[in-house]
């Protein structure tokens, strides 16, 4: 009702029975879980509603210990699905040869680049000595 956009569509005043749409979020407050953490994501960088974000703070009574329950029983079998040696071995096999063939090309390109730039230097310092004025020709 307050909006720009509608102007002072409800014909209400301007005094301070005015409500001004605060993010009641952003006052400090213990964040502590996933759920509380979700609820600060959504608020802050998502901008939820007000509505979504009074859903979520009055479900948070009711939902927050079993969806942390969940969230954590789900981290830790990814964490042991990743966490076998058999990956684990393959993990470092593939880290040690990106960056060796890494290492490498860098050594190419540093050698070949060495080269390249004593010439640049060797051209670039025949021009700078070069006599002003001395054209060439009878």
């Given at each position: 009702l307050f909006n720009e956009l509608y102007r002072n569509n409800a014909?209400?005043?301007?005094?301070?029975?005015?409500k001004h749409n605060s993010n009641c979020f952003v006052e400090m407050m213990a964040v502590d879980g996933m759920y509380d953490y979700m609820?600060?994501?959504?608020?802050?960088?998502f901008r939820i509603p007000d509505w979504l974000?009074?859903?979520l703070a009055a479900g948070r009574i009711l939902f927050k210990n079993t969806f942390e329950a969940y969230m954590?029983?789900?981290?830790?079998?990814?964490?042991?699905?990743?966490?076998q040696e058999h990956r684990v071995?393959?993990?470092?096999?593939?880290l040690r040869?990106?960056?060796l063939r890494n290492l490498q090309?860098?050594?190419?390109?540093?050698s070949s680049g060495v080269g390249?730039?004593?010439?640049?230097?060797?051209?670039?310092?025949?021009?700078?000595?070069?006599?002003?004025?001395?054209t060439g020709g009878p």
């Open positions: 014909n209400l005043s301007d005094g301070p029975e005015r609820m600060y994501v959504g608020r802050v960088v974000h009074h859903i954590d029983q789900y981290m830790q079998s990814k964490l042991e699905a990743i966490v071995v393959s993990l470092i096999t593939q040869g990106t960056t090309t860098l050594q190419q390109k540093f390249q730039n004593e010439t640049n230097r060797r051209k670039l310092h025949a021009h700078h000595n070069k006599p002003q004025g001395v």
